[in-house]
Each structure stands twice: as structure tokens, then as C-alpha cells.
């Protein structure tokens, strides 16, 4: 029985050491993949989501009426078209910088019209958010150009 117990207990520590590798291995590499995944449309939207979700923080954040909320929901429909055009167009030339000027044109746009549907008393907290938010995409950009 001695002869057979120094070489269970090495099989046993060998499964044991083969199994938390391969649980290593697994994490580190979902971890991996997570990072470098291939960009899909639905991860191209930007930092703050889609129309609805800036929608809804405006709305919070704003106390919007909801004649204002359907006037901004036009505004950011329009804006968020205009995104995706400009991305299924740089999509097809490999030139991307030529295009970078037409997404601040539109956020431009869009935010003018949207501080022609605010109130006055609204204003200031839009422009904090706008704030956070263009301090948020530099900050994006900033990382993807490492």
C-alpha cells in the first residue's frame, strides 16, 4: 500500500496542477479576448449608447418636458443617422482621419438645436453635460491611440 500512495498522491497534485492551469488559461484568455474582440456595430456607438439611453439621461438630468423630449429625440435620431452614415462611409475608405470632422459637425448641429428647444433655466446643466461628455470621448480617443 505504500508503494501505490506516493504515486496516488503525485497523480492526484498532477490532475490538481493540470486543472488550475487550464482554469488559468481560460480566464487569461476570455480576459484577452475581451480586449482585442473584433468591433461590432453595437460597439460602435461611442461611450453614451444610443439615442434612447442620452434621451433618458437628459430627461433625468433636465427635468425635460414631454413635448422637449419628443423635439430631442428627433434632434438625437437625426445626429446618431448622421453617425452612422459617416461610419459605414469611413467602412469603405481606409482614409478615417478625412472623416473625423464630419462627426463634430454633427454633434455641433445637434447640440444647437437641442439649446433652441431647452429652457433657459436648463441650459447651464446641458452644458455641464456636454462638458462630461466631450471630456469623456478625449478621453476615449486618448486611449484608443495608444
Do not use: C, W
Not at 433618458?56 to 428627433?74: E, G, N, V, W, Y
Not at 478625412?98 to 445637434?110: C, I, S, V
Amino acid at each position: 500500500m505504500d508503494a501505490k500512495n506516493p504515486n496516488q498522491k503525485k497523480a492526484r497534485l498532477i490532475v490538481l496542477a493540470i486543472f488550475v492551469i487550464g482554469f488559468t488559461a481560460g480566464a487569461l484568455s476570455m480576459n484577452l479576448y475581451d480586449r482585442f474582440k473584433p468591433k461590432g456595430p453595437e460597439d460602435k456607438r461611442g461611450p453614451r449608447g444610443n439615442a434612447d439611453r442620452v434621451l433618458r439621461d437628459m430627461s433625468d438630468k433636465l427635468s425635460l418636458t414631454s413635448d422637449q423630449q419628443t423635439q430631442i429625440k428627433a434632434i438625437l435620431d437625426e445626429t446618431f443617422g448622421k453617425y452612422r452614415e459617416t461610419r459605414r462611409q469611413m467602412d469603405e475608405d481606409p482614409e478615417v482621419k478625412k472623416y473625423m470632422p464630419r462627426f463634430d459637425e454633427a454633434r455641433l448641429q445637434g447640440r444647437e438645436k437641442m439649446r433652441a428647444v431647452l429652457k433657459p433655466e436648463q441650459l447651464p446643466e446641458f452644458e455641464n453635460m456636454v462638458k462630461e461628455f466631450d471630456e469623456q470621448r478625449e478621453q476615449r480617443e486618448k486611449r484608443d491611440r495608444k
